[in-house]
């Protein structure tokens, strides 16, 4: 038994900088030493309301200075976080936190369709930004006079977070975290890009997502600061980044895409060394774009919430290669898994697998999901891919959007980069139609880059016809002003498929 590792590990830090800016969010600033104060306030505040090592607690809070109070204290007390979206209506809420056991919930103050969904938990229900009737207030466990209060000494791998995935393969499953491994996976990022106490780190998504917590905790963790944006818009992120001299970020590809046109205009910011694109693939064209327009290093990560990174592309040091995802990074193995159950060779597509050090601790109490989700001991994603040669990684797409059209397996990715690269057209995304021939054809959903400016169909689709087999040509093309997509910004194919299947949305 020991101490929490992140907590030891964050104390550290705090002991070496006390005076140090740790955390920024808005216009609210923490020196490691206030935040380490209100930590363990906060911790021993949830010890002696009766949150005991090992229990469950709900979390739905915006990005805010609570949140990372949260993430530090927990660590401290053993407790494990069941984050979700502020925006989860109560029926989903009340379904995954009967999955994941949870038993205490923190809030915002202004969810009452959440207060709602935890009324009937056993244990307490905490409020946050302000009052709610019959509830406690989690500042006031932070202003309790504890300080003989110990910390309980913890087993090294105490789980830490249960995560719950998008849901893109179907009902969102609970994903097992220990501190270890949140740690170990934040030492990989901090080996990988170098990163250190000089750092400022900006982390621009929300915090019940796994990408945000990593990016939180790991200037934390390093003795940097962290700067937390409470709401991304393409402005903000650039006027943050700047403002507060941001070195490294995470950024998913749609803010990316996003920021783009606007350093058409202003600069980069000045002090950012090192951004890594995460969460969906890029197109070749559009890391060019950044590649043109920034002079940081420029990564593209290729991961899942269950194993983290395990692939990274320098684009400054492998032009030639932007197309793909990279290669794997250090101790973690890549492979590429075919129907028939064995490995394939460089150049055939299938099922990626990896194999890490980084892994989850299996689906929360789904141990038949979690067997299902390993192959000797390599994690399925349920990703299509291929490696080449050099042992690049190329991302074709979800095994589950592949269109089969006339027997001939269609990877949508491919139709997408070429129908991306079109003037005119900010996103593309390709779906199965069903065909009373050939079972299958290819449908092309696309949003234009100006609404003012309508795109010619026509052209389009010689455009595609000069880079794509038949199988792969769209025989119906959809026009949409943007596409959905999920808190993460990756496009979501069963809300768009769903869109599609209401009157109007004809070819």
Known sequence: MSASPIHAR????????????AVIIGDVTRSYAALACEVDALARGLLAAGVQPGDHVG??????????????????????????????????????????????????????????????LPGLRLAVGGPVPGWQSLGDLCARDLPDLALPDLPPRA???????????????PIQLSQETKLARARSAIALYGLGEDDVVLAA???????????????????????????????????????????????VSSQ???????LDTRPAPSRLRCLVSSSATLAPETKAALFARTACAFHEIYGASEVASTTDLSVRAHPDKMQSVGTPIQDVEVAILGQDGQLQPPGQPGEIICRTPLAFDGYFGQPEATAAALWQGYFRTGDLGALDADGFLYFLGRIKDIVIVGGINVYPRDIEEVAEAFPGVAEAAAIAVDDPQLGETVGLVIAPADAGQPINQRNLLRHCASQLNDAQMPRHIFLMDRLPRNEMGKIDKPALRHQLSRPGHDS
């Open 10 to 21: 964050f104390r550290q830090a705090a002991g070496r900088s006390p005076g140090k800016t």
């Open 256 to 262: 990316l895409k996003q920021i783009i046109p606007l």
């Open 205 to 251: 998504t929300p915090m019940h997502h796994s990408l945000a917590q990593r990016l939180t905790l790991i200037p934390l963790l390093t003795g940097g600061t962290s700067v937390i944006l409470d709401r991304y818009t393409p402005t903000a992120w650039l006027d943050t980044a700047e403002r507060h001299g941001v070195s490294f970020t995470m950024a």
């Open 59 to 120: 979390v739905l809070l915006p990005n805010c200075l609570e949140f990372v109070h949260l993430l530090l204290a927990a660590a401290g007390v053993g407790a494990v976080l069941v984050p979700m979206p502020l925006s989860s209506t109560a029926g989903a809420i009340r379904k995954a936190f009967h999955t994941a056991r949870v038993r205490h919930a923190v809030c915002w103050h202004a969810t009452p369709e959440a207060q709602a969904a935890v009324q009937e």
């Open 159 to 173: 789980p830490y977070l249960i995560l719950l995935t998008s849901g893109s393969t179907g009902a969102p499953k």
